[in-house]
């Protein structure tokens, strides 16, 4: 933070998620994975470094030129710019749709942050629905303000997962929740779950563990 960056004590990266979601993302393999993002910025960077491609549009011109600077060979940065008033114009309505339609393919992971004035993320919701492989997840940050996106994601039929707490760089708690398409199986990046940020390594089934894995079948 002092450096203007949300960075871990390793450097890497970290996503405006509540902490609880981010130890979550970090339990899969998404070695293979595509997201698209509403909303670039740090967490670009941290999915860059995890997933095969991120795309990510970006409503704020001066945000987009300097992540074009940074970012990875496998990341995609798209300009949609928004003007930023307080009562939407036929011309700004225009630039929500253009926003919320720049995502374009199938995405495993679908991110639904970024712009949020004049229910923008309500739309994003709408339009990312047909854009979600069957085998993935949307993430909706600040869904405990955001009540009824994350109804209407629920009664599309994905199952939802909330994660509250502390947020990296903030104040306050909040809650980013995740909503998993009924066909969900994302590989683990390991022993899963990992050793929470704080936690105490210990393993109480080591010996049963050690025989579930020498049983498994190995997979191609």
């Not at 970290?14 to 981010?22: D, M, Q």
Request: with cysteine.
């Amino acid at each position: 933070m002092r450096d203007g960056e949300f960075r871990d004590r390793e450097k890497n990266y970290l996503p405006w998620f509540t902490y609880p979601a981010i130890e979550a993302i970090k339990n899969w393999d998404l070695s293979e994975k595509r997201v698209f993002e509403y909303g670039a910025g740090f967490s670009t960077l941290f999915w860059a470094s995890r997933v095969r491609e991120v795309v990510s549009v970006e409503h704020n011109r001066a945000w987009y030129e300097k992540l074009v600077g940074i970012a990875p060979p496998n990341v995609r940065l798209i300009l949609a710019p928004i003007d930023e008033i307080e009562n939407p114009t036929d011309e700004t309505l225009e630039q929500f749709k253009s926003y919320a339609g720049a995502i374009d393919g199938c995405f495993q992971i679908i991110v639904i942050d970024g712009y949020a004035r004049s229910r923008v993320r309500y739309q994003c919701a709408e339009t990312a629905l047909s854009h979600l492989d069957a085998n993935g997840l949307i993430i909706l940050d600040n869904s405990d303000w955001l009540p009824a996106s994350a109804m209407f994601l629920r009664e599309a039929g994905l199952i939802e997962a909330d994660f509250s707490g502390p947020v990296p760089g903030s104040n306050h708690s909040q809650t980013t929740s995740f909503f998993f398409t009924r066909q969900f199986s994302f590989p683990s990046a390991g022993r899963q779950p990992q050793m929470p940020i704080g936690g105490r390594p210990d393993n109480w089934e080591k010996g049963l563990e050690q025989k579930m894995l020498s049983e498994r079948i190995p997979t191609r």
